[in-house]
């Protein structure tokens, strides 16, 4: 159960501490306490674990400071959509909105190599307009012997140059809980020059000790990918891991399962799965179409493999997409294969405009067909 308190209810006020004490004698029941601080209010959420069933919606509903209670289903307490929960599924971070309506682009570099590399690609991105991008420094590799991505010592020319071109949100796998550290002392070194996704990779969904280090800190937002060989709700639940710990600016990625019914592609693109999600959850949902596709190949009709499938996650309501460029494919160390070139950014961004335009319109669509019938 889920208690929603008045916005800014103050904890040293005596209805605060009214309530607690009543929480505290009720058997078998514990309190945890989620705090928001919003730029507006302070949102205070007190989730009620143990045996809630035998207590009464009303009685709790009329404890000083609660505005709402929302019973939860035993699945996902936090993320997860339950019944009568209109808590928002949105958050900003650096000035960016990410939401289960909103659409964001993380187009970049699978791993930083130069620092060259990444002027060119921020540079094309501010002339598309674009505030956001995907930079890895730390790569989880399969091979001991490939490139592991430089780590700390490229952070700061990522940094500035994201500062100089005016990307606010950088996408950026960590691999251990030291990472969160580096980042953190290279964004106050630049003097906070960009803002900084943290992604846990598909390899570490379960990775239940990162999760919980990277769910106890609030500043950055997490983009979790779906676990390339697990169950959709086990990679929730990791999720779920994340927010039980107190950052709920999660979203979740799609970037396609590790089995061969996919082939030819790296993965089976499992962007149907979109929906699905937003269902579930109150998570913003990402795919990733190139860590799915995995390759340049085209279709007949002209159109990489790549563009079909974002296309089809986008007009079945994705928001966001995680996608690789590279300014020269071949000289990139990680996922050169399934990078796009600068010169097809444009019309890759055109192409996803079109994509959310249908999307938008299904919506109308589905509305107009409602309210005819209703
Ligand atoms: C990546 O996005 O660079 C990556 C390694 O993705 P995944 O964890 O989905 O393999
Ligand atoms: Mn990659």
Same mark, same amino acid.
């Given at each position: 159960?889920?208690?929603?308190?008045?916005?800014?209810?103050?904890?040293?006020?005596?209805?605060?501490?009214?309530?607690?004490?009543?929480?505290?004698?009720?058997?078998? @029941?514990?309190?945890? /306490?989620?705090? &928001?601080?919003?730029? #507006?209010?302070?949102? $205070?959420? !007190?989730?009620?674990? *143990? %045996?809630?069933?035998?207590?009464?919606?009303?009685?709790?509903?009329?404890?000083?400071?609660?505005?709402?209670?929302?019973?939860?289903?035993?699945?996902?307490?936090?993320?997860?959509?339950?019944?009568?929960?209109?808590?928002?599924?949105?958050?900003?971070?650096?000035?960016?909105?990410?939401?289960?309506?909103?659409?964001?682009?993380?187009?970049?570099?699978?791993?930083?190599?130069?620092?060259?590399?990444?002027?060119?690609?921020?540079?094309?991105?501010?002339?598309?307009?674009?505030?956001?991008?995907?930079?890895?420094?730390?790569?989880?590799?399969?091979?001991?012997?490939?490139?592991?991505?430089?780590?700390?010592?490229?952070?700061?020319?990522?940094?500035?140059?994201?500062?100089?071109?005016?990307?606010?949100? @950088?996408?950026?796998? /960590?691999?251990? &809980?030291?990472?969160? #550290?580096?980042?953190? $002392?290279? !964004?106050?070194?630049? *003097? %906070?020059?960009?803002?900084?996704?943290?992604?846990?990779?598909?390899?570490?969904?379960?990775?239940?000790?990162?999760?919980?280090?990277?769910?106890?800190?609030?500043?950055?937002?997490?983009?979790?990918?779906?676990?390339?060989?697990?169950?959709?709700?086990?990679?929730?639940?990791?999720?779920?891991?994340?927010?039980?710990?107190?950052?709920?600016?999660?979203?979740?990625?799609?970037?396609?399962?590790?089995?061969?019914?996919?082939?030819?592609?790296?993965?089976?693109?499992?962007?149907?799965?979109?929906?699905?999600?937003?269902?579930?959850?109150?998570?913003?949902?990402?795919?990733?179409?190139?860590?799915?596709?995995?390759?340049?190949?085209?279709?007949?009709?002209?159109?990489?493999?790549?563009?079909?499938?974002?296309?089809?996650?986008? /007009?079945?309501?994705?928001?966001?997409?995680?996608?690789?460029?590279?300014?020269?494919?071949?000289?990139?160390?990680?996922?050169?294969?399934?990078?796009?070139?600068?010169?097809?950014?444009?019309?890759?961004?055109?192409?996803?405009?079109?994509?959310?335009?249908?999307?938008?319109?299904?919506?109308?669509?589905?509305?107009?067909?409602?309210?005819?019938?209703?």
């Amino acid at each position: 159960m889920i208690l929603i308190l008045v916005p800014n209810t103050r904890s040293d006020s005596p209805e605060y501490k009214q309530l607690l004490a009543h929480l505290a004698n009720l058997p078998g @029941i514990s309190t945890r /306490i989620h705090t &928001e601080v919003g730029t #507006e209010q302070t949102l $205070t959420e !007190l989730y009620l674990i *143990g %045996n809630t069933k035998a207590l009464s919606t009303d009685e709790i509903s009329n404890l000083p400071c609660v505005e709402r209670v929302v019973r939860v289903s035993e699945e996902y307490r936090v993320l997860g959509r339950h019944q009568n929960d209109s808590r928002s599924s949105s958050f900003e971070y650096n000035g960016v909105l990410f939401s289960q309506d909103t659409l964001n682009i993380f187009a970049g570099l699978c791993a930083v190599d130069t620092l060259e590399h990444v002027e060119i690609m921020m540079k094309a991105l501010q002339a598309e307009g674009q505030v956001c991008t995907r930079m890895g420094a730390y790569k989880p590799r399969t091979s001991p012997y490939s490139f592991q991505g430089h780590g700390k010592s490229c952070l700061p020319y990522v940094f500035d140059l994201a500062g100089k071109y005016g990307i606010k949100v @950088i996408a950026m796998e /960590i691999t251990h &809980e030291a990472h969160l #550290e580096e980042i953190r $002392t290279a !964004l106050h070194q630049t *003097g %906070n020059a960009t803002g900084v996704m943290l992604q846990i990779g598909t390899r570490n969904t379960q990775n239940f000790e990162l999760l919980k280090i990277v769910g106890r800190q609030q500043t950055f937002p997490v983009l979790i990918k779906r676990g390339f060989g697990i169950t959709l709700d086990e990679s929730i639940n990791a999720a779920e891991y994340l927010a039980s710990e107190g950052n709920r600016k999660v979203i979740f990625g799609l970037r396609g399962m590790k089995t061969n019914m996919g082939d030819p592609h790296r993965n089976f693109v499992d962007f149907a799965h979109v929906p699905v999600v937003k269902r579930l959850t109150r998570m913003p949902v990402c795919i990733d179409p190139s860590h799915s596709v995995g390759t340049r190949a085209g279709s007949p009709d002209g159109i990489l493999d790549i563009m079909h499938a974002t296309a089809q996650g986008i /007009i079945a309501g994705a928001n966001m997409v995680l996608v690789d460029f590279h300014p020269v494919p071949s000289k990139a160390l990680v996922d050169g294969p399934q990078a796009l070139l600068m010169k097809e950014l444009p019309l890759y961004l055109e192409d996803i405009q079109i994509a959310r335009d249908a999307y938008l319109k299904r919506v109308e669509l589905v509305k107009r067909y409602s309210q005819e019938s209703d």
